[in-house]
């Protein structure tokens, strides 16, 4: 059987160091998932994997060792449950959040909310390179944001955004350009500035932090002006 790794991962199968099985994540935003969801990748991992899953630094769920004889049938189970799987590449990634103050004692803002809809609004949108945004409900920083080209976080019940951070090939630390914002409509907008932004002036491969760095912290300022 002929195995086409590059297409099978533009659709959540990532080949494994053993080349004939496949690792498939799925897509969850916001970290939290309701147990159906768990239910069914549990029941994908013994039906067709080798009983095993695996947490993502990301909060994603992977399912190792699916032969690639399976592929196909699991991406049957997958549609008829309306699961969907993750994409990479240069696109905008999964939302990570921690629980915050739904739950959280010492969260200053709601976080799953936000990820879902920042995730529903952008998730695999197609960018010069990959962006990734987290959100973190205090100084605690459970979500680690300034690791990621945008960050939020809670403090004292507002927002506080940092920009161009990234955890990978290169380590930089995200920076917050902003005064801390009141409303979460001000978040989404300067959101959806930011991805103006770097979808029109990044160049491929360039993340948001050396985008930055090139055109200057002025002009990333300027595209942010009239977002909050
Ligand atoms: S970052 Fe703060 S609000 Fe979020 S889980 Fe950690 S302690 Fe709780």
Not at 90 to 97: E, I, L, N, S, Y
Request: charged share 25%.
């Amino acid at each position: 059987m002929e195995i086409n790794a590059a297409a099978l991962k533009t659709k959540g199968f990532f080949q494994q160091a053993q080349t004939d099985k496949f690792s498939l994540r799925l897509c969850t935003s916001g970290g939290t998932i309701h147990t159906d969801y768990l239910k069914k990748a549990m029941e994908i991992a013994d039906t067709y994997g080798e009983g095993q899953l695996h947490f993502t630094t990301r909060q994603q769920i992977e399912i190792p060792y699916i032969p690639a004889d399976n592929v196909e049938a699991v991406q049957n189970v997958l549609f008829d449950a309306g699961i969907k799987t993750f994409i990479g590449g240069p696109r905008v990634r999964t939302v990570v959040a921690c629980l915050g103050a739904a739950v959280c004692k010492f969260g200053q803002i709601e976080t799953g909310e936000l990820a879902k809809e920042i995730h529903e609004a952008y998730f695999g949108r197609e960018l010069p390179a990959k962006l990734k945004i987290a959100i973190t409900g205090c100084k605690n920083n459970c979500a680690k944001v300034e690791a990621n080209d945008i960050g939020i976080r809670g403090v004292n019940h507002g927002y506080q955004l940092y920009f161009g951070g990234c955890f990978g090939h290169e380590t930089r630390i995200g920076k917050p350009f902003l005064p801390v914002l009141v409303e979460k409509d001000q978040v989404l907008n300067v959101i959806a500035c930011t991805v103006r932004f770097f979808a029109s002036q990044a160049v491929k491969g360039e993340r948001l932090g050396k985008l930055i760095d090139r055109i200057g912290i002025d002009a990333f300022k300027k595209a942010l002006e009239g977002a909050v």
